[in-house]
């Protein structure tokens, strides 16, 4: 059975950086792309990042940008998102993702809560 | 970037036909899913390029894509189905995942 379970968020103020950590099970996370998708608070779904099987490509949202780094352990079957000069708009619920093919989100972990907040 | 438009909510009685759409330029171009997703819980998703259906999701949800509609399709709707639920899309033009802004659905 295919698991994702993100861990990492918690309380941190405007300027700060946290790192998320997405850790799989289930099938061979080397085979799949996967993606960062977060929700703030009574909003919709966002989608932030991609990075390809073998971390060789990646892609991020215009409002995460330069900010952001999505990376990949193969060895450890983890997807890890680093967030740097976070914002009070970043206070979401983060979703790591598998992707499967022409982007559609077929396995999703259960989400960390990042709150950025002084 | 690429703009996914979709009504606020939507409103069925029971057994009855739920349609939802997601409106964007020349879409009917573009592989479509559709994800649902109920309160305190992770997005589900429910159809795939279009109009497949993963393992485990009923017949009732089908999809449809055309021109610059997309169209989620819920037949004989439960109270079960009362949920959100985006369209989204891979954007190839800027290689990126776009969400649609979701709609809610109420079960009468």
């Known amino acids: 059975e295919v698991h994702l379970v993100e861990s990492g968020g918690g309380l941190v103020q405007p300027g700060g950086s946290l790192r998320l950590s997405c850790a799989t099970s289930?099938?061979?996370?080397?085979?799949?792309?996967m993606n960062w998708v977060r929700q703030a608070p009574g909003k919709g779904l966002e989608w932030l990042s991609y990075?390809?099987?073998?971390?060789?490509?990646?892609y991020y949202a215009d409002s995460v940008k330069g900010r952001f780094t999505i990376s990949r352990d193969n060895a450890k079957n983890s997807l890890y998102l680093q967030m740097s000069s976070l914002r009070v708009e970043d206070t979401a619920i983060y979703y790591c993702a598998r992707e499967r093919d022409l982007g559609a989100l077929d396995y999703w972990g259960q989400g960390t809560l990042v709150t950025v907040s002084s | 970037s690429y703009v996914l438009t979709q009504p606020p909510s939507v409103s069925v009685a029971p057994g009855q036909t739920a349609r939802m759409t997601c409106g964007g330029n020349n879409i009917g171009s573009k592989s479509v899913n559709w994800y649902q997703q109920k309160p305190g819980q992770a997005p589900v998703l429910v159809v795939y390029?279009?109009?497949d259906r993963p393992s485990g999701i009923p017949e009732r949800f089908s999809g449809s894509n055309s021109g610059n509609t997309a169209t989620l399709t819920i037949s004989r709707v439960e109270a079960g189905d009362e949920a959100d639920y985006y369209c989204?899309?891979?954007?190839?033009?800027?290689?990126?995942?776009?969400f649609g802004g979701g709609t809610k659905l109420t079960v009468l």
């Open positions: 289930g099938f061979t996370f080397s085979d799949y792309e």
């Open positions: 990075i390809t099987s073998t971390g060789s490509t990646i």
């Open positions: 989204q899309v891979w954007d190839s033009t800027s290689d990126q995942r776009v």
């Open positions: 390029d279009d109009s």
